[in-house]
């Protein structure tokens, strides 16, 4: 059964950084496609980016060259390191595999001065 937990959100002043991981197990992240979304208050998930089983990425326009999607195969995570952060990126940030499984519990990302 595939479980992935997401950590490293936090409370963050606008331009600053954070680096989200997300915990596989049940499934090796080195062969299988990942997807990061995010829910903002009051809004759909959506998705923010896309790593294939290989190495090519994919991300939403309004995070393209601030957030870095990435994978550590030793530690069987994927990485979603976020600069630049804008009061719009509030949100809970979610992992998944690609086809798209059960959810994690996500983790909680705050932009604010």
């Known amino acids: 059964q595939v479980h992935l937990v997401e950590s490293g959100g936090g409370l963050v002043q606008p331009g600053g950084s954070l680096r989200l991981s997300c915990a596989a197990s049940?499934?090796?992240?080195?062969?299988?496609?990942m997807v990061w979304y995010r829910r903002a208050p009051g809004k759909q998930r959506e998705l923010v980016a896309s790593?294939?089983?290989?190495?090519?990425?994919y991300y939403y326009d309004l995070v393209k060259g601030r957030f870095t999607f990435s994978r550590d195969n030793a530690k069987n995570t994927v990485y979603l390191q976020m600069n630049d952060l804008k009061p719009e990126d509030t949100a809970v940030y979610y992992c998944?595999?690609?086809?798209?499984?059960?959810w994690g519990q996500g983790t909680q990302v705050t932009v604010a001065s």
């Open positions: 790593l294939t089983s290989g190495t090519d990425t």
């Open positions: 998944n595999t690609y086809p798209l499984g059960v």
């Open positions: 049940g499934v090796d992240v080195r062969g299988q496609a």
